[in-house]
């Protein structure tokens, strides 16, 4: 099992409430210092999963790995190794911002002559050094939350475990947090978030694992997700006649499976390619039409975006 | 945006082995130390406790100089000092017991109301480190109100008739008893996840161990009719003297006035001498000296009970 490369890495998790069963034989691999977008409708089990990697809660079967450390046989090494930010923001009352970092950075064990200079690092990072010393309640919900994953960040860990960082903020608090991430993964950590808003995770991830009714549904980067889930690529030409011609030849190439009309705009007629080949394909298609000098406007591939991966993927599954 | 680098955490496991630390450098007792000292709150608590204590400790005095100059004239003034010691002493007892569990029966409640349970128990700090950290910031409040109202009790010394032994055997059992009631609250607190059932019942269990036990205890005493006059033997005598002892060193204020009862009596703080209906002296000992043990028996007992309790990993 080459399980160094990865940071997190599940096998055969089981967990299970009494009959309910929330989490199924989930098989996770989170490479070290990925951005791994954790994707699942809610109720999917997403919090469930990283509950067990931090040492909250038990696990019914299976093994879980966090840095190389069994989160059942050694739950001290594992707590070291993660930074933890769960889908709600703990508040204490009556303290100062500074003081927040400070105590759970004691709690960290680091020496009280390094948190006063980590704690200006951490607040500088997260662009709250200006509220230092305003009372942590006072703060808007996009500042806890930033101010939440400077907490993550206090002991230094390797792997950052964040549930829905972005949910519940405004599009620019959620921005803001989106590149935090960003920032943070290019400090040397590894990112694992969960969240059921596609459009956070399209822009920054490297890594996604959909998730549904506690069943992995698909993982790995983000293109091999595209390709296990949308098999079939789609390709819209659109020309100024000859469209018997153009799908004769399209015909001829391997991997066309299908070609449709589309409905005409203005002179030009439209048609759709399915198409389930490599990318020297696609060149060969707009190779056969130019070589029969078929009048080609417009040759574009569809990129479906994640949202329409995520539809498919999870269509049909919800319980 | 900044770009930095957080400085890497110096990764000594060093504090295991210093036990000062637990108490020094535990990020629990400092935060909530701040948390508890900040604002106005600390300073109303403190004012209200030693108004309610002086004015308590006024009407003490008032009944205790009528009552003494009445009798025969002759003012006992010794009497008055030591009264008025023992009145104050009971009501700080009362309000020690009542207001400890306040300061501890959201320990742990309200670490899962706020959210930050979880939080603290991902982090590296050690369950014992967590429990004993919320014990010992509320006991550190506790002792600021036991040394407050210090001032109060020194008004005894005015009449004479306390000695330092009394004052100091006073401390001990008001700080016993806070301890236990301290304690108790953080059980109730690992317990349940709200605050509010929590109180109610450390709570109860304070009014049990104030008023409840004495009064059930007497009551079973009073039903099997144990007196010590009239005993069969004087080996019944003793076995009815060790229970009496027992009852009443389960409660603290009756613990705190036989304890000064012995010491003034027989000069003793340690154990006193009792003379059987036949002659014969045993000795016996003092009943702090149980109440003490028993106490902080039952103190560790429930501190090892929240330990466990926060310990578990959820299922």
Known sequence: ?319 | MTTATPASPNRNPSHQRRPLRLVLDNPVVLKELRGRMRGARAFIVLTIYLLLLGLFTSLVYVAVAESSTSAGGQVNIGQIGRTLFAGVVAIELLLVSFIAPAFTSGAISGEREHQTYDLLRTTLLPTHWMVLGKLLSAMLFVLMLLLAAIPLQSIAFFFGGVAITEVLLAFVILFVTAMFFCTVGIYFSSRTSRTLSASVLTYSTATFFTFGLPILLGSVMLVFGLSLNDMPSSQAEIIALVIVGGVLSSNSAATALLTQSILINQQSAGTYTYTLSNGDTITLLSPWIPFTLVYLTLTIVFFLLAVRRVKVVER
């Open chain 1, 1 to 319: 099992m080459a399980s160094e490369e990865y940071i997190i890495h599940t096998h055969g998790l089981v967990k299970r409430y009494g009959k309910l069963t929330a989490i199924n034989n989930l098989s996770l691999r989170v490479p070290q210092g990925s951005i791994y977008g954790f994707i699942g409708p809610n109720g999917a089990g997403k919090t469930t999963t990283m509950r067990i990697l931090t040492t909250l809660i038990s696990l019914t079967a299976g093994e879980a790995y966090v840095a190389g450390y069994s989160v059942l046989k050694h739950q001290r090494e594992v707590r070291r190794a993660i930074g933890y930010m769960p889908d709600f923001f703990g508040v204490y009352d009556d303290m100062k911002v500074w003081e927040y970092l400070d105590f759970f950075a004691a709690c960290y064990d680091i020496p009280e002559r390094e948190r006063q200079p980590l704690i200006n690092d951490l607040l500088a990072l997260v662009d709250l050094a200006h509220r230092r010393e305003d009372m942590v309640e006072k703060l808007s919900r996009g500042m806890k939350q930033r101010l939440s994953l400077a907490r993550t960040l206090a002991h230094d860990p390797e792997v950052l475990i964040l549930d829905e960082p972005a949910s519940g903020l405004d599009p620019r608090a959620r921005i803001e947090i989106r590149e935090l991430l960003v920032e943070m993964a290019q400090m040397g950590k590894t990112i694992f978030f969960s969240s059921h808003i596609l459009a956070d995770v399209a822009e920054i991830c490297t890594h996604l694992g959909i998730i549904e009714s506690g069943e992995m549904v698909a993982q790995g980067t983000v293109s091999e997700i595209r390709q296990q889930l949308m098999p079939m690529r789609e390709i819209t030409i659109t020309l100024l006649d000859r469209v018997d011609d153009a799908k004769e030849a399209l015909m001829t190439i391997t991997g066309v499976t299908d070609i449709v009309d589309l409905p005409n705009s203005e002179k030009r007629r439209r048609i759709k390619v399915s198409f389930s080949g490599d990318d020297a394909g696609v060149s060969e298609m707009l190779q056969a039409l130019s070589s029969r000098a078929i009048p080609v406007v417009n040759f574009a591939e569809q990129t479906h975006d994640l949202e329409t991966v995520f539809m498919r993927a999870t269509k049909g599954i919800v319980s």
